[in-house]
């Protein structure tokens, strides 16, 4: 089992930067893919970005295409979410969540992914 803790949450003001982090252990995450997530208030979590368990393949919600960038490093087992031109809309509590695969490829629906972190919170301010 993997546990997942999610950390780089915080307030910014409109067109700042985050990155957030998602620290694995238990497991070697390098046998997981992992997504992003995020849930405002009153609001279904929704996918925000995804990467494959070599890196190699990333997908990226519309909303967020062109801003956010994922990347992950193995060997540290841990995975970033950069953050950029942030928006008010983007505030919600985010999530990483994770899925054992040996396929390269990525996933994008919340019942796809197995293990979860407890969320850091990101505020953006108009």
């Known amino acids: 089992q993997v546990q997942l803790v999610e950390s780089g949450g915080g307030l910014v003001q409109a067109g700042g930067s985050l990155r957030l982090s998602c620290a694995a252990s238990?497991?070697?995450?390098?046998?997981?893919?992992v997504g992003w997530f995020r849930q405002a208030p009153g609001k279904e979590r929704e996918f925000v970005a995804a990467i494959g368990w070599s890196g190699g393949r990333t997908y990226y919600a519309d909303s967020v295409k062109d801003r956010f960038l994922i990347s992950r490093d193995n060997a540290k087992n841990m995975v970033y979410l950069q953050m950029n031109s942030l928006k008010p809309e983007d505030t919600a509590v985010y999530y990483c969540?994770?899925?054992?695969?040996?396929?390269?490829?990525?996933?994008?629906?919340?019942?796809?992914?197995?293990?979860w972190g407890q969320g850091t919170q990101v505020t953006v301010s108009s």
């Open positions: 969540g994770a899925r054992f695969s040996l396929s390269s490829t990525y996933y994008y629906t919340r019942d796809q992914y197995d293990y």
């Open positions: 238990g497991r070697t995450l390098s046998a997981y893919a």
